[in-house]
């Protein structure tokens, strides 16, 4: 993400550190948002999610307003 952001990408051999920053936002110092969310995913998406259970590894949103007033 930094990279789309015209950043310099973090330098791998610098161990946990990398870890460590990637969670914070380099402009604020702040912590970023950690959790994946999804407005509205299409019916097969959504089956596919539940079947495999991966879709408590995600926030939901019924739709694209909700989601933004998520936030």
Same mark, same amino acid.
């Given at each position: ?5 015209? @950043?310099? %990408? *973090?330098? $791998? @051999?610098?161990?946990? *550190?990398?870890?460590?920053? $990637?969670?914070? *936002? #380099? +402009? !604020? ?5 950690? @959790?994946?969310?999804? +407005? +509205? %995913?299409? %019916? #097969?998406?959504? /089956?596919?999610?539940? /079947? !495999?259970?991966? &879709? /408590? ?6 739709? /694209? &307003? #909700?989601?933004?007033? +998520?936030?």
């Amino acid at each position: 993400m930094r990279i789309l952001h015209g @950043e310099r %990408p *973090d330098d $791998l @051999e610098s161990g946990w *550190d990398v870890l460590h920053h $990637l969670g914070h *936002d #380099a +402009a !604020t110092g702040d912590e970023m948002q950690r @959790e994946v969310q999804l +407005a +509205a %995913p299409p %019916p #097969a998406v959504a /089956r596919v999610l539940q /079947r !495999t259970g991966m &879709d /408590r590894l995600f926030v939901i949103h019924e739709g /694209r &307003d #909700a989601a933004i007033a +998520a936030f």
